[in-house]
T-cell receptor, first 113, second 116 residues
Framework: AQSVAQPEDQVNVAEGNPLTVKCTYSVSGNPYLFWYVQYPNRGLQFLLKYITGDNLVKGSYGFEAEFNKSQTSFHLKKPSALVSDSALYFCAVEKYNFNKFYFGSGTKLNVKP | EAQVTQNPRYLITVTGKKLTVTCSQNMNHEYMSWYRQDPGLGLRQIYYSMNVEVTDKGDVPEGYKVSRKEKRNFPLILESPSPNQTSLYFC???????????????FGSGTQLSVL
């Protein structure tokens, strides 16, 4: 069965510190990997996408994600967190040619001043 | 402005009373999809459509219907809602690129449905 795991329900970090939000997946083939962010009372917004190539992908708002094929992981990172980064983050995997996205359960990021 | 528009934003209904949640996109996207979001479960796909008159089941289609008569619209229909369909619903659309799969999803603002 295809699955996406976000092992942490919540991540707490102080403003200015680096942050990592973890994601691992179990999807056959060479899937496409995404991160989305959801602010309160809003729909999900695209942050970044990995298809192929460089394992470090840069996205919106200073976020980046590191792809690790051997560990089937796609962790979201940011060198210096902002209070405004506080939101719900979803990892998603698209199984190529199956027209389906599989989402993780979400990780709530709390950045404290 | 490129957007996916869902209506209504909030909906309270009673068991068995048919309802429709509308979704419209102005980006000429081929692909549209419905998800429900429940705490601890993330987003689960209900139905999706690759183009006009082409729809297919997602992971949790029971109790839902969809139609795609026009490219821009993809309504979600609950013929006989039940309390276990109380959830936050999102419509999304994407362009479909030959050889590279789907592009990123654009999401509507969501519909919070409560079935009493």
């Amino acid at each position: 069965a295809q699955s996406v795991a976000q092992p942490e329900d919540q991540v707490n970090v102080a403003e200015g510190n680096p942050l990592t939000v973890k994601c691992t997946y179990s999807v056959s083939g060479n899937p496409y990997l995404f991160w989305y962010v959801q602010y309160p009372n809003r729909g999900l917004q695209f942050l970044l996408k990995y298809i192929t190539g460089d394992n470090l992908v840069k996205g919106s708002y200073g976020f980046e994600a590191e792809f690790n094929k051997s560990q089937t992981s796609f962790h979201l990172k940011k060198p210096s967190a902002l209070v405004s980064d506080s939101a719900l983050y979803f990892c998603a995997v698209e199984k190529y040619n199956f027209n389906k996205f599989y989402f993780g359960s979400g990780t709530k990021l709390n950045v404290k001043p | 402005e490129a957007q996916v528009t869902q209506n209504p934003r909030y909906l309270i209904t009673v068991t068995g009373k048919k309802l429709t949640v509308t979704c419209s996109q102005n980006m000429n996207h081929e692909y549209m999809s419905w998800y429900r979001q429940d705490p601890g479960l993330g987003l689960r796909q209900i139905y999706y459509s690759m183009n006009v008159e082409v729809t297919d089941k997602g992971d949790v289609p029971e109790g839902y219907k969809v139609s795609r008569k026009e490219k821009r619209n993809f309504p979600l229909i609950l013929e006989s809602p039940s309390p276990n369909q109380t959830s936050l619903y999102f419509c999304a659309s994407s362009s479909s690129l030959s050889g590279t799969g789907l592009e990123k999803l654009f999401f509507g603002s969501g519909t919070q449905l409560s079935v009493l």
